[in-house]
């Protein structure tokens, strides 16, 4: 069993930052893939970023260029990186771990951006 936890969310005003963390615990394998889902009101989780544990990374388009997403395998830990905030990026984020015995999902943090 694997347990989640997320820090760092808030409310920043636009064009501001955040940096938000993510520390797993448990059984948790070498090879995995660790990222950040959101989701707004009334609206459906979406795909933030991803990272494997060999390095590769994925964005959304909607944050490419203002999102950065970094692990620290050693720490089983998840960082994202956020610059250049919007009143859209505003909801719910959810980190997540993704391993072959199924995926595990954090409890969520806040995020948001004032306009």
């Known amino acids: 069993q694997v347990q989640l936890v997320e820090s760092g969310g808030g409310l920043v005003q ?30 459906q989780r979406e795909l933030v970023a991803t990272a494997t544990s060999g390095g590769m990374t994925n964005y959304a388009d909607s944050v490419k260029g203002r999102f950065t997403i970094s692990r620290d395998n ?29 995926v595990s999902w954090g409890q969520g943090t806040q995020v948001t951006v004032s306009s």
């Open 74 to 102: 050693a720490k089983n830990t998840v960082y994202l990186q956020m610059n250049s905030l919007k009143p859209e990026d505003t909801a719910v984020y959810y980190c997540y771990i993704n391993q072959y015995t199924g």
């Open 14 to 43: 636009a064009g501001g930052s955040l940096r938000l963390s993510c520390t797993a615990s448990g059984t948790i394998f070498g090879r995995s893939v660790m990222g950040w889902y959101r989701q707004a009101p009334g609206r």
